[in-house]
């Protein structure tokens, strides 16, 4: 299948500060990226989707001026979580659609202390 | 109603039983099928995907789709202790992705 990288595979940081995660479709473009957030032994939970070039969109309850989504091109997208604190601390995930299928990242894991 | 059910189990089967995972989803116009893998700790993998009516068979997995019934389903033959994970059914409706919360698998030597 197809290639979806991330980095930071995991961070820490304190609290109060920004922490930015890059997906990278690495062979394939992705016309539309996916960000995740599953939390200890629960299900994944969709966070937005966002279009190349276009602004994402969140889903509800999900507040857009906290997590930033960038995605400049057909194989980059950011999420930025800005002023963490530690109810953020949690398993974030991409993926990226070609048209056909969903490929994940291997996933970020964010702990804010 | 969600759109992808599942049901959550534990399913529990012993090593070598054929392991049968069950998915409905609500929507009609539903393309395409998916199954994921997702390891503790790991993020999901697409092992399966269907597009049409029947059966589609890669290896040790085959998914069934009944698009009447609005059923898919995977089959898991000769399970495997590594095959112990959580499954997860997705549709894709042409414009929207929806998951199932996954069906935990345990495969017991």
């Known amino acids: 299948g197809a290639v979806v990288s991330q980095h930071p595979s995991r961070v820490i940081c304190k609290s109060g500060t920004s922490v930015k995660i890059e997906c990278r479709s690495l062979d394939f473009q992705a016309t539309t990226m996916f960000w995740y957030r599953q939390f200890p032994k629960q299900s994944l939970m969709l966070m937005a989707t966002s279009n190349e070039g276009s602004k994402a969109t969140y889903e509800q309850g999900v507040e857009k001026d906290k997590f930033l989504i960038n995605h400049a091109s057909l194989t980059l997208s950011t999420l930025t979580v800005t002023s963490a604190h530690p109810e953020d601390s949690s398993f974030y995930i991409c993926s990226g659609w070609g048209g056909r299928e969903q490929f994940f990242g291997p996933g970020t894991r964010l702990t804010v202390l | 109603q969600k759109e992808v059910e599942q049901n959550s189990g534990p399913l529990s089967v012993p090593e070598g039983a054929i392991a049968s995972l069950n998915c409905t989803y609500s929507?009609?116009?539903?393309?395409?099928f998916f199954w994921y893998r997702q390891y503790s700790g790991k993020s999901p993998e697409l092992i399966m995907s269907i597009y049409s009516n029947g059966d589609k068979e890669d290896g040790r997995f085959t998914a069934q789709l009944n698009k009447a019934s609005q059923y898919v389903s995977l089959l898991i033959r000769d399970s495997q202790p590594s095959d112990s994970a959580t499954y997860l059914c997705?549709?894709?409706?042409?414009?929207?992705?929806?998951f199932g919360t996954g069906t935990s698998l345990t495969v017991i030597p």
């Open positions: 997705a549709v894709n409706t042409g414009n929207q992705f929806y």
């Open positions: 929507d009609r116009v539903s393309q395409s």
